[in-house]
Protein backbone atom coordinates (compact mmCIF):
# COMPACT_ATOMS: atom_id res chain seq x y z
CA UNK A 1 0.00 0.00 0.00
CA UNK A 2 1.43 3.47 -0.92
CA UNK A 3 0.58 7.13 -0.73
CA UNK A 4 -1.53 8.25 -3.22
CA UNK A 5 -0.27 10.91 -5.46
CA UNK A 6 -3.45 12.00 -7.69
CA UNK A 7 -1.09 14.34 -9.90
CA UNK A 8 0.66 11.44 -11.42
CA UNK A 9 -1.86 9.96 -12.73
CA UNK A 10 -0.70 9.55 -16.40
CA UNK A 11 2.79 11.50 -16.06
CA UNK A 12 5.39 10.24 -17.91
CA UNK A 13 7.89 8.34 -15.50
CA UNK A 14 10.93 7.24 -17.02
CA UNK A 15 13.60 5.11 -14.78
CA UNK A 16 16.91 3.59 -15.19
CA UNK A 17 17.58 0.06 -13.97
CA UNK A 18 13.45 -0.30 -13.40
CA UNK A 19 13.01 -4.12 -13.98
CA UNK A 20 14.65 -4.95 -10.74
CA UNK A 21 15.80 -4.61 -6.93
CA UNK A 22 14.83 -0.92 -5.77
CA UNK A 23 13.81 -0.11 -9.73
CA UNK A 24 11.25 -2.72 -9.98
CA UNK A 25 9.52 -1.72 -6.77
CA UNK A 26 9.41 1.84 -8.37
CA UNK A 27 8.02 0.72 -11.24
CA UNK A 28 5.37 -0.87 -9.40
CA UNK A 29 4.59 2.28 -7.63
CA UNK A 30 4.19 4.44 -10.40
CA UNK A 31 2.16 2.20 -12.37
CA UNK A 32 -0.30 1.81 -9.30
CA UNK A 33 -0.60 5.66 -9.80
CA UNK A 34 -1.50 5.59 -12.78
CA UNK A 35 1.87 6.84 -14.52
CA UNK A 36 3.09 5.84 -17.66
CA UNK A 37 6.27 3.95 -17.13
CA UNK A 38 9.01 3.27 -19.47
CA UNK A 39 12.34 2.32 -18.07
CA UNK A 40 16.06 0.44 -19.01
CA UNK A 41 17.99 -2.30 -18.01
CA UNK A 42 20.46 -4.62 -19.91
CA UNK A 43 19.22 -7.91 -18.59
CA UNK A 44 15.27 -8.89 -20.33
CA UNK A 45 12.26 -7.74 -18.26
CA UNK A 46 9.88 -9.61 -20.00
CA UNK A 47 8.49 -11.30 -17.54
CA UNK A 48 8.42 -8.70 -15.15
CA UNK A 49 6.80 -6.32 -17.53
CA UNK A 50 3.82 -9.20 -18.10
CA UNK A 51 3.51 -9.23 -13.94
CA UNK A 52 3.45 -5.68 -14.05
CA UNK A 53 1.06 -5.58 -16.58
CA UNK A 54 -1.43 -8.36 -14.66
CA UNK A 55 -1.56 -6.55 -11.40
CA UNK A 56 -2.38 -2.86 -13.00
CA UNK A 57 -4.04 -3.67 -16.47
CA UNK A 58 -1.01 -1.35 -17.85
CA UNK A 59 2.21 -2.35 -19.29
CA UNK A 60 5.63 -0.39 -18.45
CA UNK A 61 7.48 0.29 -21.60
CA UNK A 62 10.58 -1.81 -21.15
CA UNK A 63 14.09 -0.34 -23.36
CA UNK A 64 16.76 -2.14 -23.08
CA UNK A 65 20.26 -0.49 -22.71
CA UNK A 66 23.51 -0.24 -21.07
CA UNK A 67 23.70 3.27 -19.52
CA UNK A 68 27.14 3.74 -20.05
CA UNK A 69 26.59 4.29 -24.04
CA UNK A 70 25.16 7.59 -23.44
CA UNK A 71 23.60 7.73 -27.41
CA UNK A 72 21.21 4.34 -26.54
CA UNK A 73 20.67 6.20 -22.89
CA UNK A 74 19.14 9.69 -25.15
CA UNK A 75 17.71 7.42 -27.27
CA UNK A 76 15.61 5.33 -24.75
CA UNK A 77 14.96 8.61 -23.00
CA UNK A 78 13.53 9.53 -26.99
CA UNK A 79 11.39 6.53 -27.35
CA UNK A 80 9.89 6.64 -24.08
CA UNK A 81 8.60 10.89 -24.55
CA UNK A 82 7.47 8.92 -28.16
CA UNK A 83 5.76 6.69 -26.57
CA UNK A 84 4.35 8.55 -23.35
CA UNK A 85 4.71 11.92 -23.47
CA UNK A 86 7.83 14.70 -22.88
CA UNK A 87 9.67 12.94 -19.49
CA UNK A 88 8.01 14.62 -16.59
CA UNK A 89 9.42 12.47 -14.22
CA UNK A 90 13.27 10.81 -14.05
CA UNK A 91 14.50 8.55 -12.06
CA UNK A 92 18.24 8.12 -11.97
CA UNK A 93 17.92 4.59 -9.91
CA UNK A 94 20.85 2.55 -11.87
CA UNK A 95 23.82 1.89 -9.83
CA UNK A 96 26.85 -0.98 -9.50
CA UNK A 97 28.56 -0.94 -6.45
CA UNK A 98 31.04 -3.54 -6.82
CA UNK A 99 33.50 -3.91 -4.25
CA UNK A 100 37.27 -3.02 -5.13
CA UNK A 101 40.70 -1.71 -3.30
CA UNK A 102 42.41 1.98 -4.26
CA UNK A 103 45.23 -0.04 -5.16
CA UNK A 104 43.90 -2.45 -7.59
CA UNK A 105 41.44 0.03 -9.71
CA UNK A 106 42.85 0.64 -13.47
CA UNK A 107 41.80 3.67 -15.40
CA UNK A 108 39.56 1.41 -17.25
CA UNK A 109 37.60 0.27 -14.06
CA UNK A 110 37.12 3.86 -12.69
CA UNK A 111 35.81 4.69 -16.56
CA UNK A 112 33.45 2.19 -16.09
CA UNK A 113 32.39 3.08 -12.46
CA UNK A 114 31.93 6.60 -13.36
CA UNK A 115 29.70 6.04 -16.31
CA UNK A 116 27.68 3.57 -14.36
CA UNK A 117 27.28 5.88 -11.17
CA UNK A 118 27.47 9.26 -12.41
CA UNK A 119 27.92 10.62 -15.55
CA UNK A 120 24.91 8.21 -16.79
CA UNK A 121 22.64 10.10 -14.63
CA UNK A 122 24.31 13.96 -15.90
CA UNK A 123 23.54 13.08 -19.51
CA UNK A 124 19.89 11.35 -18.37
CA UNK A 125 18.96 14.58 -16.90
CA UNK A 126 20.58 17.31 -19.14
CA UNK A 127 18.26 15.25 -21.89
CA UNK A 128 15.04 15.32 -20.75
CA UNK A 129 15.40 19.52 -19.43
CA UNK A 130 13.91 20.54 -23.07
CA UNK A 131 10.90 18.55 -22.78
CA UNK A 132 10.25 19.50 -19.02
CA UNK A 133 10.79 22.89 -20.00
CA UNK A 134 8.52 23.39 -22.63
CA UNK A 135 5.80 21.43 -20.95
CA UNK A 136 6.35 23.79 -17.69
CA UNK A 137 8.39 22.21 -15.32
CA UNK A 138 9.06 18.77 -14.00
CA UNK A 139 10.73 16.59 -11.52
CA UNK A 140 14.05 14.76 -11.07
CA UNK A 141 15.05 12.27 -8.83
CA UNK A 142 19.00 10.98 -8.41
CA UNK A 143 19.51 8.14 -6.38
CA UNK A 144 22.93 8.56 -4.20
CA UNK A 145 23.65 6.89 -1.08
CA UNK A 146 24.48 6.92 2.31
CA UNK A 147 27.81 5.08 1.86
CA UNK A 148 29.62 7.87 1.01
CA UNK A 149 28.54 10.13 4.35
CA UNK A 150 29.48 6.71 6.46
CA UNK A 151 33.00 6.76 4.97
CA UNK A 152 32.96 3.39 3.86
CA UNK A 153 36.02 1.38 2.87
CA UNK A 154 35.72 -0.73 -0.13
CA UNK A 155 34.60 0.60 -2.62
CA UNK A 156 35.86 4.12 -3.29
CA UNK A 157 35.00 4.62 -7.13
CA UNK A 158 31.22 4.30 -5.88
CA UNK A 159 31.98 6.37 -3.34
CA UNK A 160 32.93 9.02 -5.22
CA UNK A 161 30.13 9.03 -7.51
CA UNK A 162 27.33 9.41 -4.62
CA UNK A 163 29.30 12.41 -3.86
CA UNK A 164 29.81 13.64 -6.83
CA UNK A 165 25.64 13.10 -7.52
CA UNK A 166 24.26 15.43 -4.59
CA UNK A 167 26.62 18.04 -6.41
CA UNK A 168 25.54 17.80 -9.00
CA UNK A 169 21.99 17.88 -8.11
CA UNK A 170 22.77 21.00 -6.03
CA UNK A 171 23.89 22.62 -9.16
CA UNK A 172 21.42 21.50 -11.67
CA UNK A 173 18.05 22.60 -9.14
CA UNK A 174 19.70 25.92 -8.96
CA UNK A 175 20.55 26.60 -13.03
CA UNK A 176 16.47 24.93 -13.83
CA UNK A 177 14.48 26.38 -10.87
CA UNK A 178 13.70 29.42 -13.21
CA UNK A 179 12.37 26.56 -15.47
CA UNK A 180 10.21 24.77 -12.58
CA UNK A 181 12.05 21.59 -12.79
CA UNK A 182 12.87 20.24 -9.60
CA UNK A 183 16.13 18.10 -8.65
CA UNK A 184 16.26 16.63 -5.62
CA UNK A 185 18.43 13.34 -4.73
CA UNK A 186 17.58 10.25 -2.58
CA UNK A 187 20.27 8.47 -0.59
CA UNK A 188 19.37 4.99 0.49
CA UNK A 189 20.15 3.07 3.61
CA UNK A 190 21.28 -0.67 3.41
CA UNK A 191 18.29 -1.84 1.39
CA UNK A 192 18.33 -5.59 0.79
CA UNK A 193 17.57 -6.29 -2.87
CA UNK A 194 18.24 -9.97 -3.67
CA UNK A 195 21.45 -8.56 -5.33
CA UNK A 196 22.62 -7.54 -2.07
CA UNK A 197 21.46 -10.37 -0.37
CA UNK A 198 23.27 -12.70 -2.86
CA UNK A 199 26.46 -10.67 -3.10
CA UNK A 200 26.97 -8.86 0.03
CA UNK A 201 24.91 -9.45 2.89
CA UNK A 202 26.40 -11.73 5.94
CA UNK A 203 24.46 -11.73 9.50
CA UNK A 204 27.42 -10.73 10.93
CA UNK A 205 27.91 -7.47 8.75
CA UNK A 206 23.70 -6.89 8.70
CA UNK A 207 23.23 -7.25 12.44
CA UNK A 208 26.11 -4.40 12.96
CA UNK A 209 24.50 -1.98 10.59
CA UNK A 210 20.91 -2.72 11.80
CA UNK A 211 22.42 -2.10 15.08
CA UNK A 212 23.83 1.65 13.88
CA UNK A 213 19.79 2.42 12.73
CA UNK A 214 17.40 4.10 14.86
CA UNK A 215 14.80 1.67 13.52
CA UNK A 216 15.90 -1.66 14.11
CA UNK A 217 13.83 -3.56 10.94
CA UNK A 218 15.73 -4.03 7.81
CA UNK A 219 15.11 -1.86 4.97
CA UNK A 220 13.50 -3.11 1.46
CA UNK A 221 13.15 -1.90 -1.51
CA UNK A 222 9.37 -1.05 -1.37
CA UNK A 223 10.84 1.31 1.77
CA UNK A 224 12.17 3.36 -0.96
CA UNK A 225 8.43 4.00 -3.08
CA UNK A 226 6.58 6.80 -1.11
CA UNK A 227 9.58 8.51 -0.69
CA UNK A 228 10.09 8.82 -4.67
CA UNK A 229 6.42 9.41 -5.42
CA UNK A 230 6.50 12.62 -3.00
CA UNK A 231 9.51 13.73 -4.75
CA UNK A 232 8.05 12.91 -8.08
CA UNK A 233 4.44 14.66 -7.13
CA UNK A 234 3.42 18.12 -6.75
CA UNK A 235 3.33 17.68 -2.74
CA UNK A 236 7.32 18.31 -3.51
CA UNK A 237 6.72 21.33 -5.14
CA UNK A 238 8.37 23.91 -3.12
CA UNK A 239 11.17 21.09 -2.67
CA UNK A 240 14.67 21.32 -4.76
CA UNK A 241 18.13 20.68 -4.63
CA UNK A 242 17.84 18.61 -1.25
CA UNK A 243 19.63 15.43 -0.49
CA UNK A 244 16.01 13.44 1.54
CA UNK A 245 18.20 10.13 3.36
CA UNK A 246 16.22 7.18 3.86
CA UNK A 247 18.37 4.43 5.96
CA UNK A 248 16.30 3.89 9.12
CA UNK A 249 18.67 6.06 10.97
CA UNK A 250 21.99 5.69 10.52
CA UNK A 251 23.85 9.14 9.23
CA UNK A 252 22.47 12.01 10.11
CA UNK A 253 22.11 15.84 7.96
CA UNK A 254 20.91 18.93 8.57
Given at each position: ?13 F ?8 G ?11 A ?9 A??F ?8 G ?41 R ?13 S??I ?20 G ?48 L ?40 P ?27
Amino acid sequence: MYANFPDLKDTSVFITGGGSGIGAALTDGFLAQGARVAFVQRSDASAFCDDMEAKHGRRPLFLPCDITDMTALKAAIDAAAEAHGAVAVLVNNAANDKRHKTEEVDEAFWDWSQAINLKAYFFACQHVIAGMRAAGGGSIINFSSISYMMGNAGYPAYTTANSGINGMTRSLAREFGPDNIRVNALAPGWVLTQKQKDMWVTPEGLAAHIDRQCLKSELAPEDMVDPVLFLASKASRAMTGQALVVDGGVVVTG
